[in-house]
T-cell receptor, first 117, second 114 residues
Framework: AQKITQTQPGMFVQEKEAVTLDCTYD???????LFWYKQPSSGEMIFLIYQGSYDQQNATEGRYSLNFQKARKSANLVISASQLGDSAMYFCAMREGLTGTASKLTFGTGTRLQVTL | DVKVTQSSRYLVKRTGEKVFLECVQDMDHENMFWYRQDPGLGLRLIYFSYDVKMKEKGDIPEGYSVSREKKERFSLILESASTNQTSMYLC?????????????FGPGTRLLVL
């Protein structure tokens, strides 16, 4: 079974509009962390935002916010006021467990976002 | 700023060649990772290392090996390259295996095996 599922291979959004990128996850570990990364065409992965399984509030970082719905096992990324520079691939990832050498990241297949004028 | 560098951005090799991909980080991170990225499959973990001379298999280690002789350097080795190893290879590092600690990525190496 997929541990991280991103069902939207591609998305379009108009400049200045908000967009939501979906991510659902599957784990039986009560302790986990969820990450979103951006990958521009240059190839480098850029960390955007983190949500811990015990965090009471949804994470926010500037124009990025994470809509964390624990019961539904979803961690959607919301980008407000989209800019042309937001056009990129976006990956959702999960780390199971808090510490230890087994704490690897599992990535989804990604969503390609295109921001239009 | 954390800097993770990879020895080549683009590499073309022939089937059967031994290939070395080098990764260096400058922030004294304990953990280093090698992923491959393929369209529609996302990133998949090949190997990782949490200390010098320590290594653990990831999800797709077959056909690969790694070496970590120094803390800052993590090498991925393709003993005998095959065409199905044509891919984008990404190296990453992180300070500790804490839940909040993010991984920092290099720019990637696009490998073409002919």
């Amino acid at each position: 079974a997929q541990k991280i599922t991103q069902t939207q291979p591609g998305m379009f959004v108009q400049e200045k509009e908000a967009v939501t990128l979906d991510c659902t996850y599957d784990t039986s570990d009560p302790s986990y962390g969820l990450f979103w990364y951006k990958q521009p065409s240059s190839g480098e992965m850029i960390f955007l935002i983190y949500q811990g399984s015990y965090d009471q509030q949804n994470a926010t970082e500037g124009r990025y916010s994470l809509n964390f719905q624990k019961a539904r096992k979803s961690a959607n990324l919301v980008i407000s006021a989209s800019q042309l520079g937001d056009s990129a691939m976006y990956f959702c990832a999960m780390r199971e467990g808090l510490t230890g050498t087994a704490s690897k990241l599992t990535f989804g297949t990604g969503t390609r976002l295109q921001v239009t004028l | 700023d954390v800097k993770v560098t990879q020895s080549s951005r683009y590499l073309v090799k022939r089937t059967g060649e031994k290939v070395f991909l080098e990764c260096v980080q400058d922030m004294d991170h304990e953990n280093m990772f090698w992923y491959r990225q393929d369209p529609g499959l996302g990133l998949r973990l090949i190997y990782f290392s949490y200390d010098v001379k320590m290594k653990e298999k990831g999800d797709i280690p077959e056909g690969y090996s790694v070496s970590r002789e120094k803390k800052e350097r993590f090498s991925l080795i393709l003993e005998s390259a095959s065409t199905n190893q044509t891919s984008m290879y990404l190296c990453a590092s992180s300070l500790l295996m804490l839940s909040k600690e993010t991984q920092y990525f290099g720019p990637g190496t696009r490998l073409l095996v002919l």
